[in-house]
Each structure stands twice: as structure tokens, then as C-alpha cells.
């Protein structure tokens, strides 16, 4: 075979020793192996041998090593991986917010295929896939032992083509088969919106390579609307999060000082630090900041940074704690390593990694009953047809009409207490200071 590992096992040998070497960044220190590790390195070469020269059917060297490594980076943690060529290609696409799939982040709880969050207005949020589903089987297969890496490939795939995810969820008696038609995701990550009383409303969905500008840009067109603004509502509820300098670029345009996110590793290297600047033209007025179960990484440094910093109230439900930081190192083949190679802290220094960022005031979305009958606004009476003859209240003067709410706040218990909280903020605070 024409590839590394067929000059065994010397080649092979040396293969492993660097890999266990050089670290995440391959520099040119030198380190020792013990005794233990020549030994389980021998022991590695004698069983590929072997399995190689017996096993009942003949054998893929290179399918061999592949399953080496995906299994040495599985005993690692969740979010590390091997990625092919291919794999490392969509990977890069997927930051600059388009390609081809179902639309969900994923990840492995307890060893198994869990969503983490569907992103907004895809084929799988569009299905109902939700935060939290169990996916046991990718177009009929076992997801057991199944790798991330090997996860996103099943589930991607050309537009218009069509997989089924087999999903366990809470409450569930037994499995729930889902059809789901791939579509070209394209993911706005900013979406903006307006309510009474001078209050802006900011949706990010996840963290792509312009979410920092766009953000801005959608701060500008608020400001400009609405004069002036008196509070705004930061909505990362099922934001699955991204790229780590887009939530250090959210954060800094919410806040004139303060340190934003801290990272630490093994290697110093890995140390940093991320602190606000003043750029004169962040909004002062009052922030809530919606989060929930399936606002992971990228969303819950913001939550925590603002938070910390005492800028924001956060409300919503506990967040995924996902508070690890991945760095992704190109080998030369065209593949990659993505490897664990830190953990983010908030500005006061708690870790985000399994604990999540807790809200300041807890809210549970309340599930909207279904309707058995028509609301009574849309019965059809005498009075709706055109042309009826009035009764004598019709001929009176009409009182105001009462403002009812939008159908996104009567939907959306959640908002609405975010809204709510921000019309008497300026109550509040006169009360207060009373």
C-alpha cells in the first residue's frame, strides 16, 4: 500500500511517539516517555499485526488506523475528533454560515447522540426536533459508539435529499422516526424587531464569522427606530453557539469595560484574557438577556460576561454548560485535529464546563394549550356580516380600544416577562432609590 503505515512497524512507531509528543501545537521541546508507554506502544504494533495477518477476512490498513484514532480521541472528551479532509472542508464552511444538512448542533451526552439545539427556521426546527432529543438511529443505523465528526456527515448532504432520524425525547413511551429534508442552510445569525414602549428586541442565533458587525449594524437601525430606546431584550434562547472572537465581539458591544472571558489549559499558551473597550456607542439603556437549556459555548460566555459584569439581567432557564475550548490543528494531509485544549471562565471566575451560566431570574416557557374550539374572536356573529343592522351600543361613541399584545409575547411567556420587566424598569428604579 502507498500510504505511511505500510512501512510497519518502525514507521508506525515513530507515527505514535510524535503524536504523543508534540502536543497541540507541535513545537520542538522534548519530552521523556516512561517505560509504560514504549510498552503500550509495542503492545499497539503487535495487535495491528496480528489482526492485520488473522483476522478471519483480510483488512483496511488505513480503515484500521482510522478507527485507532477516532477511538483514542473519543477517550478524550465529546467534542474531540479526527477529522478527514472532508470532514475539516465542512467544517470550515459551516463558520461561514451556509451548507448542506437538517440544521441541529449535536453532541455526545453520556455516549449518546444528543441535540443540543436545532437552529432557527431549518428542516429540523421546522420538523419539531428540539434541545435535549436523543438521536438513537440515522436512517435506520445504531448511532451507538458513533463519533461527532461521523454524526454531521450522515446528516449532511446535497440539498433535497431526505434522512430520518430516529429520536427518543422526555415523556416519550418509545422511539419517534423523523423525515427530514435537507436544505441549504443558510444561517442570518441576527434577526431585530421592535415593541411598544421604546424597547428593541435582539435575536442571535448562533456565531458566524459576521456576527460581531452584524450585531452593530442591527444596534444602528434599532437606535435609529426607536428614540428613545429604553430597554432591549438579547435573545440566545437554543443558540448553539460558534466562534469564540464573534461572542468576545457581542459582549464588548454591550459593555465600556470589565474583562469579558478568560481561558486556561495545560499549556500556557492557552492563557487569555478578553477585556471590553470603550468605543463611546454602547446602548446604556437596561438588557435582559432570554437564555435556556440549549444555549450553549459561544452564548453562554456572552450570558456569563455580561452577567458578571452586572449588565445584564439574565432570565430564562439553566444554560447547557458547554465550556470548553476546541482549537483545531491542520495536519498535512488536508485533515484536522480538533482537540480540547482549554476551558473558558466568566469574568468572575466561575467555569461554564458542565455547570452553565444559572439565571438571575428563573422562567419556565409555559406550553401554549391546544385550542378544542375557535377563540371568540373568530366566531362569526351577526354582527361580523357586512351590511347588519346596528345595535344601539354600535351607534354609541366607542370606547379606546384596548391594546392587545403582539402574538409573539402572548406565545412566548418568556419574552413577555422580559418585556414586562423592562416597561417598569424606570418604576422600579424610582422605587428604589426611594
Known amino acids: 500500500m502507498n500510504n505511511l503505515f505500510s512501512k510497519r512497524p518502525l514507521l508506525l512507531f ?15 521541546r522534548v519530552a521523556a516517555i516512561d517505560q509504560n508507554t514504549y ?7 503487535e495487535i495491528l499485526d496480528m489482526v492485520e495477518k488473522n483476522y478471519v477476512e483480510p483488512v483496511d490498513s488505513d480503515k484500521l488506523m482510522q478507527g485507532a ?3 483514542l480521541m473519543k477517550s478524550l472528551d465529546p467534542h474531540s475528533s479526527f477529522m478527514t479532509a472532508a470532514m475539516y472542508k465542512e467544517l470550515e464552511v459551516e463558520t461561514r454560515g451556509s451548507f448542506g444538512g437538517i440544521g441541529i448542533e449535536i453532541t455526545l451526552l453520556k455516549d449518546v447522540l444528543t441535540v443540543v439545539s436545532p437552529i432557527e427556521d431549518t428542516p429540523a426546527y421546522n420538523a419539531g426536533v428540539k434541545a435535549g432529543d436523543q438521536i438513537i438511529r ?17 446528516l ?11 429520536i427518543m425525547r422526555e415523556g416519550m413511551a418509545k422511539p419517534k422516526d423523523i423525515s427530514i429534508v435537507r436544505s441549504i442552510i443558510k ?12 424597547i428593541g428586541y435582539i435575536r442571535i442565533s448562533s456565531f458566524q464569522e459576521r456576527t460581531g458587525d452584524d450585531l452593530k449594524k442591527a444596534l444602528r437601525e434599532i437606535e435609529a427606530k426607536v428614540n428613545p430606546l429604553k430597554g432591549i431584550v438579547l435573545d440566545m434562547r437554543n443558540n448553539p453557539g460558534g466562534l469564540l472572537n464573534q461572542s468576545v465581539e457581542v459582549s464588548d458591544a454591550f459593555l465600556k469595560k470589565g474583562v469579558i472571558v478568560s481561558t486556561r489549559g495545560r499549556s500556557k499558551s492557552m492563557e487569555s484574557k478578553a477585556v471590553a473597550k470603550d468605543d463611546g456607542n454602547e446602548p446604556t439603556c437596561p438588557l435582559i438577556v432570554l437564555v435556556n437549556e440549549g444555549t450553549a459555548s459561544a452564548a453562554e460566555i456572552v450570558s456569563g460576561a455580561l452577567q458578571d459584569n452586572g449588565r445584564a439581567l439574565v ?5 447547557f454548560g458547554k465550556g470548553s475550548v476546541q482549537t483545531v490543528i491542520p495536519l498535512e494531509d488536508g485533515a484536522a485535529l480538533k482537540l480540547t485544549t482549554a476551558k473558558y471562565y466568566t469574568p468572575k471566575g466561575r467555569s461554564i464546563q458542565a455547570e452553565g451560566i444559572a439565571p438571575d431570574i428563573v422562567i419556565r416557557p409555559v406550553k401554549q394549550a391546544e385550542e378544542k374550539e375557535p377563540p ?3 366566531l362569526l356573529r351577526e354582527r361580523d356580516l357586512q351590511g347588519h343592522i346596528k345595535s344601539p351600543k354600535e351607534t354609541e361613541d366607542k370606547p379606546e380600544e384596548v391594546k392587545k399584545e403582539p402574538d409573539d409575547l402572548a406565545k412566548d411567556n418568556q419574552l413577555k416577562n422580559a418585556i414586562d420587566i423592562l416597561r417598569s424598569w424606570d418604576i422600579m428604579k424610582k422605587n428604589l432609590k426611594g
Open 138 to 154: 440515522i436512517d435506520g443505523k445504531s448511532t451507538k459508539d458513533i463519533t461527532i465528526m461521523e454524526a454531521v456527515s450522515k
Open 187 to 198: 444561517i442570518r445569525s441576527i434577526k431585530t424587531k421592535t415593541f411598544d414602549d421604546h
Open 69 to 71: 484514532i477516532n477511538g
Open 315 to 319: 432570565l430564562g432557564t439553566q444554560t
Open 376 to 378: 371568540e374572536n373568530q
Open 156 to 166: 449532511r448532504g446535497p440539498k433535497d435529499t431526505q434522512v430520518t432520524i430516529t
Open 14 to 28: 515513530f507515527f505514535l511517539t510524535a503524536l504523543i509528543l508534540l502536543g497541540p501545537y507541535r513545537d520542538s
Open 39 to 45: 510498552k503500550n506502544l509495542k503492545i499497539f504494533t
